[in-house]
Nanobody
Framework: QVQLLESGGGLVQPGGSLRLTCEASGSIVDINDMAWYRQAPGKERELVATITNGDRTNYADSVKGRFTISRDNGKNTVYLQMNSLKPEDTAVYYC???????????????WGQGTQVTVSS
């Protein structure tokens, strides 16, 4: 089996920073794209940032210049550094990854359980 475990969420004041971590574990052979999504109350889940296994990144317009996605392939881990946080960044943040696990040849999409980020004074 494969699991994605997020950590690093919490309560932060506007203008503050948080760093989210998501570690994939299990019988992993390879990981393609990794991403962070978020879902605010009453809203649909939205893409925040993606990173390929070649470290090419893409961001939602709402977080460009404030958030940075990165990954450590040796640790099967993806990070989201969030700076200059705003109240509208409040949401549950989910990790997502395309993973090939032993003994299969195809990739499958996996989700973490989510971590709450609350930006409030």
């Amino acid at each position: 089996q494969v699991q994605l475990l997020e950590s690093g969420g919490g309560l932060v004041q506007p203008g503050g920073s948080l760093r989210l971590t998501c570690e994939a574990s299990g019988s992993i052979v390879d990981i393609n794209d990794m991403a962070w999504y978020r879902q605010a109350p009453g809203k649909e889940r939205e893409l925040v940032a993606t990173i390929t296994n070649g470290d090419r990144t893409n961001y939602a317009d709402s977080v460009k210049g404030r958030f940075t996605i990165s990954r450590d392939n040796g640790k099967n881990t993806v990070y989201l550094q969030m700076n200059s946080l705003k109240p509208e960044d409040t949401a549950v943040y989910y990790c997502n990854a395309e993973i090939r696990r032993a003994p299969y040849l195809t990739y499958r999409n996996y989700w973490g359980q989510g971590t709450q980020v609350t930006v409030s004074s």
